[in-house]
């Protein structure tokens, strides 16, 4: 009885392990969050195109930059690059405008659409893993 017992325990661990492995990988793969980009420029360039991420390493490369952002003072004049939405794990959805341009050597903007008058400027480094990230 007791061999049965134990087998009966050896596959039940095995099973919960097994499935519990597959729920790690699936939120690696997506949690359900995303990042819309939309290009907003008007002067036809071509410099910037839409881009949709539904990755999680993707999702965290955009995170670091919105929680690395500082808050700029006085009030801002700006040209929006992309229209940012981002959907977290909690399905809460943000809306920013985003401004990276081409130079390396240049922060990035960012304004929460909840108030446009303020701006955000997101760290040369970050500003530089997006730039690559959205240009693949």
């Known amino acids: ?23 790690q990988d699936s939120i690696q793969e997506n949690d359900g969050v995303s990042v819309n980009l939309i290009c907003s420029r008007q002067d036809n360039t071509n410099e910037c195109t839409d881009k949709q991420f539904n990755d999680l390493q993707s999702f965290q490369v955009f995170k670091t930059a919105l929680d690395s952002a500082e808050k700029m003072p006085g009030i801002l004049n700006y040209i929006a690059e992309y229209n940012l939405k981002i959907k977290f794990q909690d399905q809460i ?43 693949g």
């Open 93 to 135: 959805t943000k809306a920013y405008h985003l401004s990276l341009g081409t130079n390396r050597d240049m922060k990035g903007l960012l304004v929460d659409l909840e108030n446009t008058n303020q701006g955000y400027e997101i760290p040369v480094v970050d500003a530089n893993k997006l730039r690559e990230l959205i240009k």
């Open 1 to 23: 009885m007791k061999k049965y017992l134990l087998t009966f325990f050896l596959l039940t661990l095995i099973m919960i392990l097994g499935c519990n492995e597959k729920n």
